[in-house]
């Protein structure tokens, strides 16, 4: 679908002519959460987390084009996804044009282009990928030179997973998940992802619900904040990841969101419990869910992993992925 922006004056479409037209392409790795700690409350209505991120292998593929039209357009082979204005990569276009907007008259519109991998509605982050993809990809069609920084700052204005999906990596992430401390490489571990593909959960639901049963353990203090934040960056996950010990940190695993979404969702908890029966170096739900995952030292024992869990829940909508950690964020391809 493309939707019309404004219309571009025949300056503008010269100039557009005079630079041709140009794509890139780009792979858009997902993220699992190894650590989802919910502090406390903001005044924004988001919460205060703690969170260890890490990207996976597991990912989209984007194409961006310039477009001889003032338009948006997105074109996804998944029927699950939005063409419109509601998908986040499209609204990440329109954030690089409304801020700038003489650039954006010089080069004319964007079709975004999404090979979709990453499981959609997931806890997996694919449409905060998607966006960051298409900041620093039009930040390249455009030549405007935005730093790392800049991309994420640009990224939090689209969701609070936006900013980590840019650099991608290993990271600790506080604040609403928009503010990133980058952790030691690890990218020797494998991860099995398991989904019901007709099992989608809320990421709004799922804080909703955490605030109403827990909000009475919230910590509001600023202070009582930057120090349990300061605790989980000095604690023994990270110190694991350092020391790429990965038997310690499938035992460290952590999210709260568990305590809301396994309880709604028993399917979901019997996936735990599946992979957990397995000879896995831990497993833990990622984000608001649904997938859940497991830890594995090879490819070979994720594999194992994966086939032992098939045949305990032989669902035909229970869908399974293989990925390898990965140190890198948004990559170009071409
Ligand atoms: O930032 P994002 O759009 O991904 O967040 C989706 C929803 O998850 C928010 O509308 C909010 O309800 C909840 N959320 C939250 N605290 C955060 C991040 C997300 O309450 N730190």
């Not at 735990?272 to 000879?279: C, D, P, V």
């Not at 194992?304 to 229970?318: G, M, R, S, T």
Request: glycine share 8%; with cysteine; aromatic share 8%.
């Amino acid at each position: 679908m493309g939707c019309p922006l404004r219309p571009v004056n025949s300056f503008a479409l010269i100039k557009f002519k005079t630079f041709g037209m140009r794509s890139y392409s780009l792979i858009a790795p997902a993220k699992i959460n190894l650590h989802l700690e919910i502090l406390g409350d903001r005044s924004d209505g988001y919460h205060e987390l703690a969170m260890v991120m890490q990207s996976i292998d597991l990912a989209d593929h984007i194409t961006l084009r310039s477009l001889d039209i003032d338009a948006i357009r997105v074109r996804c082979d998944s029927s699950e996804v939005p063409d419109d204005s509601n998908n986040l990569a499209y609204k990440a276009a329109a954030l690089m044009f409304q801020q700038f907007p003489d650039v954006f008259a010089q080069y004319g519109g964007i079709e975004i282009n999404i090979q979709k991998r990453i499981p959609v509605a997931a806890g997996l982050a694919g449409g905060s990928a998607n966006a960051a993809a298409v900041l620093v990809g039009i930040d390249l069609i455009w030549q405007l030179g935005l730093t790392q920084a800049e991309l994420q700052g640009l990224g939090a204005q689209l969701g609070s997973d936006v900013p980590f999906c840019v650099a991608g990596g290993t990271a600790l992430a506080t604040g609403r998940g928009e503010e990133l401390s980058p952790l030691p490489d690890l990218d020797n571990l494998y991860v099995v992802l398991a989904k019901y593909r007709s099992l989608e959960v809320s990421t709004a639901w799922a804080y909703k619900t955490y605030r109403h049963l827990f909000s009475s353990s919230y910590i509001s203090d600023p202070k009582g904040l930057e120090a349990r934040a300061a605790r989980v960056h000095s604690g023994p996950l990270v110190q694991a990841i350092a020391r790429r010990n990965g038997a310690k940190i499938g035992q460290l695993l952590y999210n709260d969101l568990e305590k809301v979404v396994l309880p709604a969702h028993p399917q979901v908890a019997q996936l735990k419990n599946a992979f957990s029966s397995t000879n896995t170096l831990g497993t833990m739900m990622s984000g608001s869910g649904p997938t859940v995952f497991a830890l594995a030292e090879s490819r070979p024992q994720a594999e194992e992993i994966q086939e032992q869990v098939k045949k305990v829940i032989p669902d035909p909508d229970l869908g399974f992925w293989i990925a390898q950690l990965t140190t890198s964020g948004i990559r170009v391809t071409q």
